[in-house]
């Protein structure tokens, strides 16, 4: 069992950056395809970004093109999501995911085996 822990959320103005951190409780996170996603209020789960294992490829929605950059540092067991350029429309829960079978997980939230709690992040204009 692998438990990610996020952190990172909070209130930013519009224009603005915030940087969330997923950290994992096993090393063998470090393997993993990970995802970023998001979920406002009274719509369905969304994909943000997400990385293949060991620093593979990334891969973003169009949204978070040139906004978002995904990265991990496997010393730490961590995945990060750095998000700048932030609008009112990006308000809502945010989710990291980790994909345990080999594969890529892509955009669809049934690909992922462990979640984080999520936190919200707040655009105020």
């Known amino acids: 069992q692998v438990q990610l822990v996020e952190s990172g959320g909070g209130v930013v103005q519009a224009g603005g950056s915030l940087r969330r951190s997923c950290a994992a409780s096993?090393?063998?996170?470090?393997?993993?395809?990970m995802g970023w996603f998001r979920q406002a209020p009274g719509r369905d789960r969304e994909f943000d970004a997400s990385l293949r294992g060991n620093g593979g490829a990334l891969y973003y929605a169009d949204y978070a093109k040139g906004r978002f950059t995904v990265s991990r540092d496997n010393d730490k067991i961590t995945v990060y999501l750095q998000m700048n350029s932030l609008n009112v429309e990006d308000t809502a829960v945010y989710y990291c995911?980790?994909?345990?079978?080999?594969?890529?997980?892509?955009?669809?939230?049934?690909?992922?085996?462990?979640w984080g709690q999520g936190n919200q992040v707040t655009v105020s204009s």
């Open positions: 995911a980790a994909r345990a079978r080999t594969g890529r997980a892509g955009a669809d939230v049934n690909n992922y085996d462990y």
């Open positions: 096993r090393r063998s996170f470090n393997n993993y395809a």
